[in-house]
């Protein structure tokens, strides 16, 4: 029999659910922290905004962290990322941390209208403002990306939020690890950790402290064949992103995922996601019965995640008794 490993000290989910109105998933919330959760993250695609939900959610439920991941530094001005944040570290002391990203050319670009460029210093520079927008004295700077002048928070919180940066690859990994206070993964594998970690730690120092949060696609349920189709469809549709397709190709799954690549460029979309081959599947979706889902997502935190953030998948069975079977089977329990 396979022993479970104790769970670590937090423990997320990926906020507010898909299927259910904003409003009327307060009951949910609020049972979470009975269920072992520790956390709620948000994320901003083109549903709900990354600040709106965890703002509801920091009066639902009292005891929980709130986090982003993440917010794009692209699609708000500096200045209006701070006081987001700052109202949220506001209203939720000491329990509030910022999750920034580069996010991707569609959301950015073609979704916002928002030149995608230079992401890497974007990201680099929209930290350091924030390191200095948050101690409340004036900010006038040239930073490569953009330029801020005589801009001062108004409204600094009591306890300042982290900064948690996303990140793929090396150069991103070592800048979370250099100036973040931590780093968001997002599609990997639980091996995949250990390669992740051993450029973030190298930048952060021995002993660093802080913390690695990991959104892990989830799909509890037996039906093997049925979380293979989703999870292929996923797939093609996210690691055929350039910045993904890169990380995939830097993990060593180049050949595995060439297929999927060459069919996605030729306009074979159907024909993509059926060439992602089963065992790239299960290394990024977790999938099976409650007790298999659980040590799976314990091998993620075996390896070097600190918050693990399952994001819940639709599963075959309806209703409200299926959705709190699939919240219990991605709980620490």
């Known amino acids: 029999m396979t022993v479970t490993p104790p769970s670590p000290s937090r ?4 906020f507010p659910l898909d299927g259910i109105p904003l409003g009327a998933q307060r009951a949910l919330v609020e049972s979470l922290p009975d269920l072992g959760f520790t956390d709620l993250w948000s994320m901003e695609t083109a549903g709900a905004d990354a600040f ?10 009292p005891t929980l962290n709130l986090g982003t991941a993440i917010v794009p530094v692209h699609t708000r001005g500096p200045a209006l990322l701070a006081m987001q944040a700052a109202a949220l570290a506001e209203a939720a002391p000491g329990r509030f941390a910022l999750g920034l990203g ?12 928002v030149p995608f460029e230079q992401p ?3 990201s680099r520079d929209v930290l350091r403002f924030l390191r200095a927008a948050f101690t409340g004295q004036p900010v006038t700077e040239e930073y490569e990306t953009f330029a801020v002048r005589r801009f001062r928070l108004d409204r600094v919180p009591a306890q300042v939020p982290p900064v948690l940066l996303a990140a793929l690859r090396s150069g991103m990994l070592r800048l979370a690890g250099r100036e973040a206070d931590g780093v968001i993964l997002n599609w990997l594998s639980p091996d995949d950790v250990r390669t992740a970690r051993a450029e973030f730690d190298a930048a952060a120092g021995p002993d660093h402290g802080k913390d690695v949060v990991a959104r892990v696609f989830v799909c509890p349920t037996e039906d093997a064949e049925y979380a293979r189709a989703l999870g292929r469809r996923l797939i093609a549709a996210y690691l055929t992103v350039p910045a993904y397709a890169e990380f995939h190709h830097w993990l060593g799954r180049g050949n595995a995922l060439k297929p999927l690549w060459e069919n996605w460029a030729a306009g074979e979309r159907k024909a993509a996601a059926a060439s992602v081959p089963d065992e790239v599947v299960d290394d990024l979706i977790v999938h099976g019965p409650a007790e298999r889902v659980r040590e799976r997502l314990h091998e993620y935190v075996a390896n070097g995640v600190t918050v693990p ?10 209703g409200a008794n299926a959705l709190a079977a699939a919240i219990k089977a991605v709980s620490p329990a």
């Open 11 to 14: 423990w997320g989910l990926t």
């Open 52 to 61: 709106t939900p965890l703002a509801l959610a920091s009066v639902w439920a």
């Open 102 to 113: 580069s996010s991707s050319p569609v959301i950015v670009q073609d979704w916002n209208a």
């Open 120 to 122: 890497f210093q974007r």
């Open 309 to 318: 953030v399952p994001a819940l998948l639709p599963v075959p069975e309806q």
